[in-house]
């Protein structure tokens, strides 16, 4: 029944938006990456974006990660600053162990920018951050 279903809290990942130079492109990007600040390695990561308004939509972007080592991070994709105007969602779900965990990181519209940024988990550098 409903109250035999446990829905395992998400703790310990972390999404983030950081703007960084790109020394190939000789510009400032914002760029999205998931953090694993846990001591255990994550399993077959799944994350899927997309950006919507009230009349706008993006298309859905997937990217699959085997293994997120622990206490380390990986890039997701490039965001470009048209898209800040959107709510940004990220639908995260990963194997830790033989459980499966879900989480949705939302940035709310035109909550990405260079007012909002802090220091960022394990990457030393500062950005937007959803826990």
């Given at each position: 029944m409903k109250k035999d279903i446990e829905i395992p809290v998400v703790e310990g990942v972390y999404v983030a938006v950081v703007n960084e130079y790109n020394d190939i492109y000789k510009t400032q990007d914002w760029n999205a990456y998931i953090i694993n600040d846990k001591d255990v390695d994550l399993d077959m990561v799944m994350i899927v974006t997309s950006g919507y308004s009230e009349k706008k939509k993006t298309s859905v972007f997937r990217k699959k990660l085997d293994r997120l080592p622990k206490k380390s991070y990986a890039k997701i994709e490039l965001m470009q600053?048209?898209?800040?105007e959107l709510n940004n969602t990220f639908k995260v779900s990963f194997f830790e162990g033989n459980k499966m965990?879900?989480?949705?990181?939302l940035f709310r519209k035109n909550t990405i920018n260079l007012k909002a940024l802090q220091p960022i988990p394990l990457m030393a550098v500062k950005g937007?951050?959803?826990k």
């Open positions: 600053e048209d898209l800040f965990f879900d989480k949705t990181y937007v951050l959803v």
